[in-house]
């Protein structure tokens, strides 16, 4: 028996559909490059199998999280260039240098202190600068962003690779926010016009060229989330989550499923229980609104996601199809991850970073 026998679900993962929507996106840039957002352990895909295939297709810079991702990443990927958004966190700086990794620098605090680091080692330090445009999460706040241009001299011996900045609302074309940051950050950006500059997401890439600069960051689009929620998704699906039927039983009123007695029988029917659940990342708020896939066959999830568990009416599939050991469809062809979001108040991010650890993970690749 192969693991993915004894596996509640399997999880194909779709690298050259990764690879295929990283082309759509660089195609749609003219001159500016294309970097991969791979933090998060790229979305919960895998970044130590999507960084090396965006590699061989020819990106060259990759984006991540945290320091210890940084790390992970420069294993897989020698000759990249890889940007840590959290910046130099007080304690990694050794390891920030040890591995070539590029700080994201987000604060005058972190400006004075990498810039000090580089004094007493007597050589300049690359790091990116973050200008806060309207998120007031990270980067420079205006106040500081002020200080900046009035005293440049405060990054000397910083070799700044990217000047960048991030879009609130870059989902809503419409959203005023998207042209105020963008008028924010060409005026601060003036400044260091010798400087690359980055301000796009994957959503910001579609509010057309102006918003380009050198360098965007694609992050979800990369692993199927579309650009715009509503519209029609140009990215191709890079995910299926297939859970395997573990019972299936007969039902009838006045029967209820499940955690709570929410679901009430309502007729006749066939009650199928898969091995997935909240804990494998299938997230709770499902519980009697997400649906399932047999073929073409919708099957409701019924009662509430328990633990390890959910379970589906499958009175519309036929006996010999809805059986133990028979494959359904969580994430697929006919409910990709944006839908699944949907149904479970979410955004397709939070569905992709919480896939489980408990499944079977396939990855297609090369010629697959
Ligand atoms: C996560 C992130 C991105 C990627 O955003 P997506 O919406 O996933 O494309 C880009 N830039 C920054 C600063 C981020 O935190």
Same mark, same amino acid.
Do not use: C, W
């Given at each position: 028996m192969s693991k993915s026998d004894h596996s509640g679900a399997v999880l194909t993962i779709d690298l050259n559909g990764i690879v295929a929507n990283w082309l759509l996106l660089k195609s749609m840039l003219a001159d500016a490059e294309c970097a991969a957002v791979i933090k998060a352990d790229a979305y919960g895909l895998g970044a130590e199998r999507v960084a090396p295939a965006l590699a061989r297709a020819g990106c060259e810079t990759f984006?991540?999280?945290?320091?210890?991702?940084?790390?992970?990443?420069?294993?897989?990927a020698?000759?990249?260039?890889?940007?840590v958004l959290g910046g130099p966190v007080p304690g990694s700086e050794e390891t920030l240098i040890d591995h070539q990794l590029v700080p994201v620098l987000n604060s005058l605090g972190d400006i004075e202190a990498w810039g000090d680091l580089a004094h007493v080692r007597g050589a300049p330090l690359p790091a990116d600068l973050h200008i806060d445009t309207g998120m007031a999460r990270l980067g420079l706040p205006p106040d500081e962003t002020a200080i900046l241009i009035r005293e440049p001299e405060r990054l000397d011996g910083i070799e700044v690779a990217t000047v960048m900045s991030h879009l609130a609302c870059a989902d809503e074309a419409d959203h005023p926010l998207n042209r105020q940051q963008l008028a924010d950050f060409l005026r601060a950006r003036h400044k260091f016009s010798?400087?690359?500059a980055s301000f796009a997401n994957s959503s910001g890439i579609f509010l057309g060229p102006e918003y380009h600069f050198d360098l965007a960051r694609p992050g979800v689009s990369l692993y199927g989330v579309g650009p715009r929620p509503g519209e029609t998704n140009p990215m191709a699906q890079v995910v299926r989550l297939q859970g395997? &039927?573990?019972?299936?039983?007969? %039902? +009838?009123?006045?029967?209820?499923?499940?955690?709570g007695a929410s679901h009430r029988v309502a007729r006749r029917g066939r009650v199928a229980t898969v091995g997935v659940g909240y804990a494998d990342g299938y997230l709770r708020s499902l519980s009697n609104s997400g649906c399932g896939y047999m073929g073409d066959i919708r099957v409701p999830i019924v009662g509430r996601v328990?633990?390890?568990l959910i379970t589906l009416d499958v009175s519309d599939v036929a006996d010999d199809?809805?059986?133990?050991?028979?494959?359904?469809?969580? &994430?697929?062809?006919?409910?990709? %991850? +944006?839908?699944?979001?949907a149904e479970a108040g979410t955004i397709g991010h939070e569905i992709l970073t919480g896939l489980g650890s408990r499944y079977h993970r396939v990855y297609l690749d090369g010629a697959d």
């Open positions: 984006f991540v999280a945290q320091v210890d991702e940084g790390v992970a990443v420069r294993r897989v020698p000759a990249a260039t890889i940007h010798h400087l690359k395997k &039927i573990l019972q299936v039983r007969d %039902v +009838d009123r006045p029967q209820t499923v499940g955690y328990s633990m390890d199809a809805a059986r133990p050991g028979a494959p359904v469809d969580l &994430i697929g062809p006919h409910n990709p %991850v +944006d839908s699944v979001a």
